[in-house]
Each structure stands twice: as C-alpha cells, then as structure tokens.
C-alpha cells in the first residue's frame, strides 16, 4: 500500500504542529487507515489507535451504535459512521477521530452498488460526513485503497480549514 508520502508528511506535520491527537474506527476500510497513520513519521506523537469492528454486534458493543438502527440499515449510513466517530474519540480521548463504513462489493443490502461513508469528528463535535460511490465492478481491495486515500486528501483539506482558522 503505497500511500502519497507527502499527503502522510502534511498530516503528521499538521497534527504535531496543532499538538492534537487521532484515532481510527475502521469498518468498510479494515484496517487501511489504520496502517496508512502507523506509517507516518513520528505517529506516536499524535496517533491514539484504532479499531476495526466489522460486525453490527461489535458496533453495538465498542462504539456504542443503535442496535435497531444498525439492522435497519445494514450498519451503513451517515448517522452510523458519525456515532462510531464520536464514540471512538471518546474511547481514546483524542482530538480528532476518523471513522468509515460501507461495501466494498456489490451486494443485495447496498442495493447492488459500492459506496462509504466517512466521518470526521474534532473534539466531540462532526465537522465532516460524506459518501463516496465507486463503480460497481471495483475489486474490494481496490475500493478499500480508494476509500482510505480519499478520506485522508480530506483530512487533509478539513486540517487545512482548521489552521487557517486559528
């Protein structure tokens, strides 16, 4: 997995500069995110971990996600990526959170398509929700890269924001 290098750079430098901490809730991703900030220079500086929870159940249980919302919707919706990063947040007391879920194979409960959501949260409150649709005929590893290098040029972006705000 062969990440931009200077987008991990920006975001470390960021993170590091701003002394504000990250942590990762990982569904549809499975884990990429969670590699891709492992592999930022001086990651322990300012990234708390992560979790991938793949099941409704583990949902429910560790980021504390409605169990009758999640079967409602296959756990795939942007209420449910803003509540597993709010309360992955909460779980490590970091600053920021990242968080994703969705299909990375066409399937009868996506309606046959590809897509993620993904969430970003700053100190308790989400600052970004998005979706993100592939093509259907995406291999899941694929999409999974997609996903992952997507969602941290927004990171980025949403970084950016928030410096030129302070």
Request: charged letters at 20%; glycine letters at 4%.
């Amino acid at each position: 997995m062969d990440f931009q290098k200077n987008l991990l750079e920006y975001i470390s430098q960021s993170l590091m500069t701003t002394d504000e901490t990250i942590s990762i809730a990982e569904s549809v991703t499975s884990g990429c995110l969670q590699l891709a900030f492992s592999q930022m220079p001086n990651a322990s500086m300012f990234y708390k971990g992560g979790m991938t929870a793949y099941s409704l159940s583990e949902k429910v249980k560790l980021l504390k996600v409605d169990r009758q919302e999640a079967e409602e919707c296959d756990c795939v919706s942007e209420n449910i990526a803003e509540t597993m990063a709010l309360n992955v947040a909460r779980l490590y007391e970091s600053d920021w959170s990242i968080a994703t879920t969705g299909y990375c194979t066409p399937i009868r409960n996506s309606g046959y398509k590809i897509f993620a959501y993904f969430s970003f949260s700053y100190k308790g409150e989400i600052v970004l929700t998005k979706k993100l649709e592939l093509h259907p005929k995406t291999q899941a590893l694929n999409a999974q890269l997609y996903y992952t290098e997507f969602i941290l040029g927004c990171f980025k972006s949403e970084l950016n924001r928030l410096l030129i705000l302070k």
